[in-house]
């Protein structure tokens, strides 16, 4: 005799499944349907990914790899309307999974999906057997309709997570833009950094990012969403101070909020990455630095 589980919804879900990272156009397209489709059946909407992406399970990066987070991930979806997010640890345990009994355990039986929408690239269960044609096959038996999104593309290129990193990796900050749909950002706190920002006059605010998440470098003009609401201009340097010259440099991400007095430590920022202005460089010295930085300043207002 089979069990049923519980099901958390009782007048079932549309279903929407992706790795999403970044949410752009393409992931966009597969959560709008979700959400129109979950309006006309008078049931929620659910976003179902992972935290980290499979890819990074099977082939682990030392280096940056995440255009969102989490965190960042789930903001992003429900402000695009979906009602819930379940993000998954991909591991083992995933990994091993058919795409038959995740399909009927957890898809069909759980959560009592009503419609499912997927991107036309999406794989999920052991040996990535879970794909748009099995969900269609599915559909048959199940009585599922299955909704698969075409690809999206921009100036007749494909707007994909991969796309973008390349983009953001190779300083392509207007191409990423594009493709996202939105201008890309970093939410991380504010933590105490050294003072030399407030020395050539430039207070800055020093953020923790994660370091997997991946970040352009060089000078950018940005916007600071702070704390409680409101919003600032300012810009950032992003990279490893060559300036400085320091025996072991490592990634920094600075922004100079324009305008803004006091202390931004132990708080949250979101800056979002607005204009490129240039590359981070090597300076004789620190008053050749001082007099960059009032150029980068009016360059980002300029921007912004």
Known sequence: MTTIPHSPFPKGVVLA?????????????????????????????????????????FHPSPAPSLLTLPSEK??????????????????????ALSAETFYDRTIRLRWRTRE????????????????AAFLEERSEVSGIPVHVIAPVTWRGSLVSSGAIREHLKAGELTQANAKLGYEYFVTAPVVKGEGLGRRLGFPTANLAVPPEKIVPYGVFAVRVFLPGGGMKGGMANVGFRPTLREPHPRRTVEVNVFGFKGSLVGKTLRVSFVKKLREEKRFPSLDHLKRRLRLDADAARAAL
Request: aromatic share 8%.
């Open 17 to 57: 499944m992706g790795t999403f990272d970044g949410v752009h156009r393409g992931h966009r397209a597969i959560i709008k349907k979700a959400v129109a489709s979950a309006r006309a059946l008078g049931c929620p909407s659910l976003a179902m990914t992972f935290h980290h992406p499979p890819r990074l399970f």
């Open 74 to 95: 789930e903001t992003l979806l429900k402000s695009l309307g979906i009602d819930r997010v379940v993000a998954q640890e991909f591991g083992g345990r995933l990994a």
């Open 116 to 131: 499912i929408v997927v991107g036309y690239n999406f794989h999920f269960g052991h040996e990535r057997r879970g794909n």
